[in-house]
Structures are given as structure tokens and as C-alpha cells.
């Protein structure tokens, strides 16, 4: 029988210490719509001088493992990745990110409790500036329900939460018939992950069901993270790792086998229906229903490199380089403005919100971006007038962060 893809099923555990499988605990079954995972093998031959003038054989001597998997955005699916993409961990809000149920009474710039909150679900732990999610009460009505799908909203930076109101950032007002002034059950949303030092590994694993065989890749850092935003697609992306070790076996290396932890299995997301707010500096280009943005492409490039040493076959240790964020927004050509701020190299935000439809989403916020390289595309007859807009994201030394990364999710 030969293996088919069809057969496979991708899976991980983290590592305590890079480079060893963990004997205790449970792997995780992934989403995944394509791995590209390799080892590369080095040989070398001899440079002996023969009569024969042939070298008589040839000998191993280096091993990379790299590569990676593609991906169609989900809830809570990829977040050991996305976090040690960052370099970052999870801080959550509440508990796990979710507070229980409180009542909430909403103006168009504030949420306010009907009773003071306490402990972790204290609104004042919220950060100035921090995005968060409301999640209406399962009783609440589909208009409540689908208004609060794909609404992001974001803290005052000027005004601090306090344990019975949080002040809402003007740009993210709340609005509408039935929803604000009425007292309602809310959960709120929030576990954020910004860019830090905070290194991690992974155990990941293919099983090829079909003929009895596991693939496996040890010590894999995470190294790359690409989203697609496009227009009639799924959010799409890939994560890329650079590993230290790789094997294949006839039977899991990884612990819990044969009872793995099955994946999260959330809704996939898409960059139409699901998009609940992009931010160009500071104005929401989706409020009113319209959209001059027609595509993002954002990279995140940790710059791994292998280290090498005597007696190792593969990698002895992974090593971080630059960590850089960038990427390319095409819009169409409405008017002078961003066009402008590129030509004079000024420093704005980009903010992109996404949710699924039970409002489980992320949110990904540069704060200090620059637009280069950009080019006013006149086009040829009958087509549109595009401009293309590559950008990097910078250190921001005033929020300690040059990008982070919201959750919201009750999964």
C-alpha cells in the first residue's frame, strides 16, 4: 500500500527541555491544510587520491530539520505556536481569558458593572489600551448575538478601568437599539501575548495512518508565522520551526498515545464576514460598512539559525536572531492620504480584528508601523488604480511592544 496525505494526521506536545520528548503528559492532535516538515541530510566524500579515479564512498555529516505546516486560522488551535512566535506568553484576563458571567450595562463609551468586580475578573486589571471581547449570555437575542460576533473593543488609554467601569477607547464606541442602556449578562474576553524573550520548544509528529508509520521532529522552535487576509478566502497562513532532531518509527514517540488530546475543532475563520475591525492609524476603515483595504500580508521572522557541535547530528541548539515584523497592504486608490504618509515616512498604527461566528477570534495590534517602498500601481485599461503598501512594524518603547496579539475565547 503507499501512503496517502489523506491518511495523516498531524500532532505536538511541548518540550521541557529543547530537544528531549517529554515522557508524561498528553500531545495534541493539529488542524493542519498542509505540512512541508523536512530533514535534509548532509554527506560528504572523501578527497583521497585513487588510481581508480573514483572516491570509493561517501559519509553523513550534518542534518537540518525545518519547515513547517500551513493552516486555515481557528480558536485557540495554534496558540502554543502563536505565543512562542512572539516570544511571548498568554496573560489572561479573568480566568483563562474569560470572566464568568457579569451584568453589564453599556453606553456608547462604557461598560459598566452592576456590581463591583473582584479578583480576576476585576476590570481594573484590564491595561489601558488593552482590546477585549463581550460575549452576550447564551439567552441573549441573535441581533445582541451577531453585534457582538466580530466587535472588538478597546480601553481608553486615557482613562484607567476601574473595578465597576471600563471607559472605551473613542474609536470603539458601542451602539445600537437594544444594546446600549440595557442591563445584560456579558462575558468579557481578553488573554493577550506580546513580542518578549520567552523561548520555546516542540515536539511535533506525523502519522501516516495508512501504512503504520510516525514521522517524528524533536526540538522544533517556532520561527515564522504568515497571514493572509484576503478577500473570498479563509484565513490563511503557515508556521515555519527550525528543529534540532528527526526520526521515523512504527510506533508514537509522543506521550498519550493512543488517547491524544483531540484538536479544538473551532470554526474556521475568513477575512469577510469575520472581520470586525481594521485599524489604520487610529481609524477604523470598516466603520460604515466600507473597506478601501483589499488584501494584508503580514510576516513574523524570528530568524532562528542552527548550532552546531562535535558529536551532534543535527542541531546541538537552536539560536534567535532579529526578531522583525513586516508585510504588504493593497488598497484601492480613494485619495491622498496613506499615500502621503508613506511618502513621508510617518509612524501610524495597524490594528486587524478577526472572530469566528461564536465570537472567538484574535486581534493584532502594531502600534508603530511604517509604510516603504510603496507604489501607486496605475494598471492598464478597464482596471483599478491600486496602491501597494509594504510595511515593518518597530519596537514601540512607550508600550514596551512592538506587536501583540489578543484572544478571545471561551473554548
Same mark, same amino acid.
Given at each position: #500500500?503507499f501512503?496517502s496525505?489523506?491518511?495523516?494526521q498531524?500532532r ?13 503528559g =498528553?500531545?495534541?492532535n493539529l488542524?493542519?491544510?498542509?505540512p512541508n516538515m523536512?530533514?535534509?541530510v548532509?554527506s560528504i566524500?572523501?578527497d ?5 579515479? #573514483? ?5 553523513n555529516v550534518?542534518?537540518?530539520?525545518? +519547515? ?5 486560522l ?7 505556536f502563536i505565543?512562542?512566535?512572539?516570544c511571548g506568553?498568554?496573560?489572561?484576563y +479573568? =480566568? /483563562?481569558g474569560? @470572566?464568568a /458571567?457579569? %451584568?453589564?450595562?453599556?453606553t456608547?463609551n ?6 463591583? =468586580?473582584t479578583g ?10 488593552q482590546w477585549?471581547k463581550l460575549?452576550?449570555d447564551? @439567552?441573549?437575542s441573535?441581533?445582541?448575538?451577531? !453585534?457582538f460576533a466580530?466587535?472588538?473593543l478597546?480601553v481608553s488609554e486615557?482613562?484607567?478601568a476601574?473595578s465597576?467601569?471600563?471607559?472605551l477607547?473613542a ?7 437594544g444594546i446600549?442602556?440595557?442591563a &445584560?449578562n ?8 506580546s513580542n518578549?524573550?520567552?523561548?520555546s @520548544?516542540?515536539?511535533l509528529?506525523?502519522e ?7 514521522v517524528? !521532529?524533536?526540538? &522544533?522552535?517556532? /520561527?515564522t508565522?504568515s497571514?493572509?487576509?484576503?478577500v *473570498?478566502?479563509m484565513l490563511?497562513?503557515? $508556521? +515555519?520551526f527550525?528543529g #534540532?532532531?528527526?526520526?521515523i ?5 509522543l ?6 488530546t483531540?484538536s479544538?475543532?473551532g470554526?474556521?475563520?475568513? %477575512? ?5 475591525i481594521?485599524?489604520v492609524?487610529?481609524?477604523?476603515? $470598516?466603520a *460604515?460598512?466600507t473597506s478601501f483595504v ?7 521572522? /524570528?530568524?532562528?539559525r ?7 547530528f543535527?542541531?546541538a541548539?537552536?539560536?534567535y *536572531? ?16 496613506l !499615500?502621503?504618509?508613506?511618502l513621508a515616512?510617518?509612524i501610524?498604527d495597524?490594528?486587524l480584528g478577526i472572530a469566528?461566528?461564536n465570537?472567538n477570534?484574535y486581534?493584532?495590534?502594531m502600534p508603530?508601523?511604517k509604510?516603504k517602498d510603496s507604489?501607486l500601481?496605475l494598471? %492598464?485599461k478597464d482596471?483599478?488604480v &491600486?496602491?501597494? $503598501?509594504p510595511?515593518q512594524a518597530?519596537y514601540?518603547l512607550s508600550?514596551g511592544r512592538?506587536?501583540?496579539?489578543t484572544?478571545a475565547?471561551?473554548?
Amino acid at each position: #500500500m503507499f501512503a496517502s496525505t489523506a491518511f495523516g494526521q498531524l500532532r505536538y506536545i511541548r518540550e521541557t527541555t529543547p530537544g528531549v520528548v517529554p515522557v508524561t503528559g =498528553t500531545a495534541r492532535n493539529l488542524r493542519t491544510t498542509g505540512p512541508n516538515m523536512k530533514a535534509g541530510v548532509q554527506s560528504i566524500v572523501s578527497d583521497e587520491i585513487r588510481p581508480e579515479r #573514483m572516491v570509493i564512498s561517501s559519509t553523513n555529516v550534518d542534518l537540518t530539520v525545518d +519547515g513547517g505546516f500551513d493552516i486555515e486560522l481557528s480558536s485557540r488551535e495554534y496558540d502554543d505556536f502563536i505565543a512562542g512566535v512572539l516570544c511571548g506568553v498568554w496573560r489572561d484576563y +479573568g =480566568t /483563562n481569558g474569560a @470572566s464568568a /458571567n457579569i %451584568s453589564l450595562t453599556t453606553t456608547a463609551n462604557t461598560v459598566v458593572a452592576g456590581t463591583a =468586580t473582584t479578583g480576576a475578573d476585576d476590570f481594573s486589571t484590564l491595561r489601558p489600551g488593552q482590546w477585549f471581547k463581550l460575549l452576550p449570555d447564551a @439567552s441573549a437575542s441573535d441581533a445582541v448575538k451577531s !453585534y457582538f460576533a466580530d466587535k472588538w473593543l478597546r480601553v481608553s488609554e486615557a482613562t484607567a478601568a476601574t473595578s465597576t467601569v471600563i471607559t472605551l477607547d473613542a474609536a470603539t464606541p458601542l451602539g445600537g437599539v437594544g444594546i446600549v442602556g440595557t442591563a &445584560m449578562n456579558f462575558k468579557v474576553l481578553s488573554s493577550v501575548a506580546s513580542n518578549g524573550n520567552e523561548r520555546s @520548544s516542540f515536539s511535533l509528529e506525523w502519522e501516516q495512518t495508512d501504512v503504520n508509520q510516525f514521522v517524528n !521532529y524533536v526540538g &522544533m522552535r517556532p /520561527n515564522t508565522l504568515s497571514l493572509d487576509f484576503a478577500v *473570498g478566502s479563509m484565513l490563511k497562513g503557515s $508556521l +515555519g520551526f527550525l528543529g #534540532m532532531r528527526h526520526g521515523i518509527t512504527q510506533t508514537s514517540v509522543l506521550p498519550g498515545s493512543p488517547g491524544f488530546t483531540p484538536s479544538f475543532g473551532g470554526e474556521v475563520m475568513n %477575512s469577510v464576514t469575520d472581520m470586525g475591525i481594521l485599524r489604520v492609524g487610529g481609524q477604523n476603515v $470598516l466603520a *460604515g460598512g466600507t473597506s478601501f483595504v483589499q488584501s494584508i500580508k503580514l510576516e513574523i521572522n /524570528n530568524n532562528l539559525r542552527g548550532q552546531k557541535a562535535l558529536g551532534v547530528f543535527g542541531n546541538a541548539n537552536v539560536g534567535y *536572531g532579529e526578531f522583525a515584523v513586516s508585510g504588504t497592504m493593497e488598497c484601492y486608490f480613494e485619495d491622498h492620504v496613506l !499615500y502621503e504618509k508613506a511618502l513621508a515616512g510617518e509612524i501610524i498604527d495597524l490594528a486587524l480584528g478577526i472572530a469566528d461566528v461564536n465570537g472567538n477570534g484574535y486581534l493584532i495590534d502594531m502600534p508603530k508601523i511604517k509604510f516603504k517602498d510603496s507604489a501607486l500601481n496605475l494598471g %492598464s485599461k478597464d482596471s483599478d488604480v &491600486m496602491v501597494s $503598501l509594504p510595511f515593518q512594524a518597530f519596537y514601540d518603547l512607550s508600550k514596551g511592544r512592538g506587536i501583540s496579539i489578543t484572544r478571545a475565547s471561551t473554548l
